[in-house]
């Protein structure tokens, strides 16, 4: 249990989203690159790893990572890529693999395994690539190469993932007429491709977004010296130790003209009875002690990497919470409906699942053992009930080495007993 009124200003890590996008940019660029606030987690080191199998050259000095020679997209060596449990970097890498005229062979860990991958084998298929599932089709391990030609336009579902977009739009300036992409659905996590249209243009590609439809001209990224923001979908665990324990807490360095969508979740706090405000040196958020929480509701489409966090801070307030529009977020890392539901369950708690999302009701809680289903995001929103609700344990809490290895020291005022 915090002190009502504790003021603490948090470092939180770079954005693994972000980071990736950069160092898939830099791997490919005309000059080297000098990426700074690098994300330390294991999603950010798999794809560091590969890009040194891939042939890349780095120096890393903590956070600070220099690219120093770039992939060879010429080189026939067949390469083998382990990507660990990290979703992000093993579609960015099979995308890129398709570049190269040797076969890269990209692999994950058993539950990366079980995530599909479907839409972008496909769509690699049909740019013209040679794509070959090795055990399941649809999912890891896959074998990439250069095909024969490109094509020039593609269509791609947008309503599963919007990583494997991102994956055809890095590679795209890198195809002999660059990429037209034609979004067909409704797009969720938009946020993320304006994101990557953002990184790609700070290393020199031309690319447009509009509507439904991206176009990427033909051409090379240059060298950057490129700073990855502080991550927001991170910034949600201590904004939620505020918005439950009553206290103001400063996230440094995050500005609400964040490249990535997830600061909207500082505007569901807010609704919530939060008060939110940018500063100088970061966004600050605060509850007074006595003000209570309401409950929301909200489409989160646009920021389903925070589900598991509202989720919690629900428990909480006076009223029920709906959340949305996130039906996908089942094959994430774990099922971020169905099984944040079972854990939460397990503290008494009122969860009524429905087909896109699922709704809180505030009830008595106890403590429990709360399994984490390999997935970093319900370890940290998890760990944040222990401030109001005794007798919780997170088990296997070091799958938070995701995106943020130091957390629970990070977080030891708050966490401990």
Not at 5 to 19: D, F, M, N, T, Y
Not at 188 to 197: A, E, N
Not at 303 to 318: E, G, Q, R
């Amino acid at each position: 249990m915090t002190e009502p009124g504790r003021e603490l200003l948090i470092q939180v890590p770079g954005s693994k989203s972000i980071a990736n996008r950069a160092l898939i940019c830099a791997a490919l660029a005309n000059s080297n690159s000098t990426i700074t606030n690098c994300a330390p987690g294991d999603d950010t080191q798999a794809m560091l790893e590969a890009l040194k199998t891939l042939g890349v050259v780095t120096d890393q000095d903590g956070t600070t990572v220099r690219i120093n020679s770039q992939i060879n997209l010429e080189d026939a060596q067949p390469l083998e890529l382990q990507t660990r449990l990290a979703g992000t970097t093993s579609r960015f890498l099979t995308a890129l693999g398709a570049l190269r005229i040797g076969q890269t062979t990209i692999d994950g860990y058993a539950p990366l395994r079980k995530r599909p991958m479907t839409g972008l084998h496909d769509a690699l298929l049909s740019l013209g690539a040679s794509v070959q599932s090795l055990e399941i089709a649809g999912h890891l391990p896959v074998s990439v190469k250069r095909g024969s030609s490109w094509q020039a336009r593609i269509a791609i579902d947008s309503t599963t993932s919007s990583q494997f977009t991102s994956a055809l739009m890095m590679i795209a300036p890198y195809l002999p007429s660059g990429l037209e992409i034609e979004l067909r659905g409704e797009v969720i996590s938009r946020g993320y491709l304006d994101m990557t249209v953002a990184v790609m243009r700070a290393f020199g590609a031309q690319t447009e977004i509009a509507e439904n439809v991206i176009w990427v001209s033909p051409g090379v990224y240059r060298g950057s010296d490129f700073a990855v923001e502080p991550d927001a979908s991170s910034a949600s665990y201590p904004s939620a130790i505020a918005a439950i324990a009553g206290s103001r807490v400063t996230i440094a360095g995050l500005n609400r003209n964040s490249l990535q969508r997830d600061v909207e979740f500082f505007d569901v706090l807010s609704h919530m009875g939060c008060e939110v405000r940018q500063q100088p040196d970061g966004i600050s958020i605060s509850r007074e002690i006595a003000r209570p929480l309401r409950g929301v509701t909200v489409d989160m489409s646009q920021i389903s990497d925070c589900v598991p966090t509202l989720a919690v801070v629900a428990l909480f307030a006076d009223s029920p919470t709906t959340i949305s529009g996130v039906g996908f977020i089942r094959a994430k890392e774990s099922d971020r409906i169905g099984d944040l539901a079972l854990e939460l369950r397990k503290l008494g708690a009122q969860i009524d699942e429905h087909a896109d999302g699922f709704t809180v009701t505030p009830v008595a809680l106890h403590g429990a053992s709360l399994a984490t289903h390999d997935d970093h995001r319900l370890a940290m929103a998890f760990a944040i009930a222990k401030l109001r609700i005794g007798g919780i344990e997170v088990r296997n809490p070091e799958v938070v080495s995701k995106s943020w290895p130091n957390f629970f020291n990070d977080f030891e005022f708050f966490f401990k007993k």
